[in-house]
């Protein structure tokens, strides 16, 4: 099984597909500072796949390439932080107390 994620900028959105099928999505919004990601849903017949880790490790590691700081108002994307501390130096300095992730 491969997880192919691509960035759907139009959409505001990265949409992670196994097999052709959407299997999940990230949304965020681009501030003139940052990346907020708001939300993130794995659709339910592909749970348990890890489809939402790959997708945290994919928009993460796209911010940190293009250098942009991240605000993880999605709860999903936040947790996701607290348990891989690697990529706290990607997050908004101000948004580690407000998200609860230091």
């Given at each position: 099984m491969t997880i192919t994620i691509?960035?759907?900028?139009?959409?505001?959105?990265?949409?992670?597909?196994?097999?052709?099928?959407?299997?999940?999505?990230?949304?965020?919004?681009?501030?003139?500072?940052?990346?907020?990601?708001?939300?993130?849903?794995?659709?339910?017949a592909f749970e348990g796949q890890g489809v939402g880790s790959?997708?945290?490790?994919?928009?993460?590691d796209d911010a940190r390439t293009q250098a942009t700081p991240v605000i993880p108002a999605c709860q999903f994307i936040a947790g996701y932080i607290r348990k891989h501390?690697?990529?706290?130096?990607v997050v908004q300095p101000a948004s580690l107390r407000a998200f609860h992730i230091e």
């Open positions: 691509t960035n759907h900028p139009d959409q505001h959105r990265y949409e992670a597909h196994i097999d052709g099928q959407l299997a999940g999505y990230c949304e965020y919004n681009v501030l003139s500072n940052a990346v907020m990601f708001t939300h993130t849903e794995v659709l339910p790959a997708l945290a490790r994919h928009v993460l501390r690697e990529y706290l130096d």
